[in-house]
Structure formats: structure tokens, C-alpha cells
């Protein structure tokens, strides 16, 4: 097995941005993801401690937001793209009310209004209630992609590691085992529930795929796996990868 893509998204639900390697810290998240959410109108988050997906503005009732797609510029400011708003350049720590004028064309009618951008303190604002580091197993991807007769953007997923050569839905045999890439260790704790969140086009922004019930038919009501760093150290991709118990 070997670790073929890694992925973070520094805005939860507000964009994507691949990379060919990064540190990992054991008992954190990826690096920078998820480090900033958009808080609601409805929310009172602060982003001083870890708080559920409910309380801020994502995918699952925005589809809209798949289509952002984010860099980090030779200045450290966030650049952020979409294809029927254009563009926009900025320090997320210092410029909330910039980037919610820009983003909130995306959000639909009758939807809490985004308000503000709020950093992290603890830990990335990921789904779990643990500094969690996400995994998927390609083969798996593929068995989705052949049920639903057309190709998928991983995006669909928000996962940060993608696993290639290993058979479809190994991963469930990975829970309470450890996987080692290059020289990091993760222990995988739990499948992910998945939401509408995936029923998005990442190009479009439009819903397009019945995912949701695509893994009710093929019998997976979970995809892709939540793991903590157990050590830290560097991957990259192409690292090798092995299940350790």
C-alpha cells in the first residue's frame, strides 16, 4: 500500500487545497486543517473549543461552498476561488468581514447567515470530538464510482489521506489497528458518517450524485476512517504504508 494524495482544508467547508508532503504531530490534526470555520448567525462559537458541525456554515446545507478551492500565497494570505464569485485574497485571522461579503452569495435562502470566521484554538474544527486525521482507501472509491457508473472527485469526500493498492472496504478491517505511512504512525478509531455534504459537485457546486444512498445499496453506511496520530514525524506522497496492530 502506499499514501497516494494528501488533502487539507483550511476553512472548514470553504475550500480545498492538495499537497505533496507535510509534518504531522502526534495527538493534532493535519496541519492547518480546519483551522478556521465560518460561525452562523444561529451559533455562538468562538472557535475556543471544539463545538459540532451543526454550529457553523458548510456543504451539507450549502452546496454551493464545494466549489471553492483554496491556496496559500508567498505572503501567507489565503487565496480563495469560485467559479461564479471570482476571487479573493485574505488573512483569515484579520480579514472575517471581507471574506463573508465575498462568500455569502453562496449560501441559499432561508439558511442561517454566515457571520464570521473564527480560528481554532485547541484543534482543527474537524467532526469528531478528538483531533481527528482523516483516511479513505481508493479501491473503495472505485467500487463507488463503478456503482454510480461515472467518475468521482475524491473532494467529494473532505478526506486528508487517500490509500491506493489495497483491496475495496479494507479499511473497515483497519479499525482499532494502528497504520503506519513512512515513519508516523495513525490509529484508527471509527468509520465516518457521511452526509449531503458528498451529494456535491466540487466543480459546480451543483448536487448531482446520490451518494448517500449509493452506500445504503452497496451496504456502507460509513466511508472513509477517523485516526489519531499515535507519533510525529514527515509524509509525502508515495510514502509506504502497512497495517500494524
Not at 466549489?67 to 461564479?84: F, G, M, N, V, Y
Request: proline letters at 4%; one cysteine or more.
Amino acid at each position: 500500500m502506499n499514501l497516494a494524495q494528501i488533502w487539507r482544508y483550511p476553512i472548514k467547508s470553504h475550500g480545498s487545497e492538495n499537497l505533496n508532503s507535510i509534518d504531522i504531530y502526534s495527538g493534532k490534526t493535519l496541519p492547518l486543517d480546519r483551522n478556521w470555520a465560518v460561525v452562523h448567525d444561529q451559533s455562538d462559537a468562538d472557535g475556543s473549543s471544539w463545538v459540532p458541525c451543526r454550529n457553523f456554515s458548510r456543504v451539507a446545507k450549502a452546496p454551493q461552498l464545494a466549489a471553492i478551492s483554496t491556496t496559500w500565497t508567498s505572503e501567507k494570505k489565503l487565496e480563495l476561488r469560485h467559479p461564479s464569485i471570482g476571487t479573493i485574497c485574505i488573512d483569515p485571522d484579520f480579514e472575517s468581514s471581507k471574506f463573508i461579503k465575498w462568500v455569502s452569495p453562496l449560501m441559499p435562502e432561508g439558511r442561517a447567515a454566515s457571520i464570521k470566521l473564527v480560528r481554532s484554538v485547541q484543534t482543527g474544527m474537524t467532526d469528531t470530538d478528538f483531533p481527528s486525521i482523516s483516511i479513505g482507501n481508493l479501491a473503495s472509491h472505485r467500487e463507488i464510482e463503478k456503482k454510480v457508473g461515472e467518475k468521482l472527485s475524491l473532494l467529494r469526500w473532505r478526506c486528508n489521506l487517500w490509500i491506493d493498492d489495497c483491496k475495496p472496504w479494507d479499511e473497515h478491517n483497519w479499525i482499532g489497528k494502528s497504520l503506519k505511512i513512512g515513519d508516523v504512525t495513525f490509529k484508527i478509531k471509527e468509520e465516518i458518517v457521511r452526509c449531503l455534504a458528498t451529494t456535491a459537485n466540487p466543480m459546480s457546486g451543483e448536487r448531482d450524485v446520490d451518494t448517500l444512498g449509493t452506500l445504503e445499496i452497496m451496504g456502507q453506511e460509513d466511508f472513509t476512517v477517523a485516526a489519531i496520530a499515535t507519533s510525529s514525524g514527515h509524509i509525502k506522497s508515495g510514502d509506504v504504508v502497512e497495517v500494524i496492530s
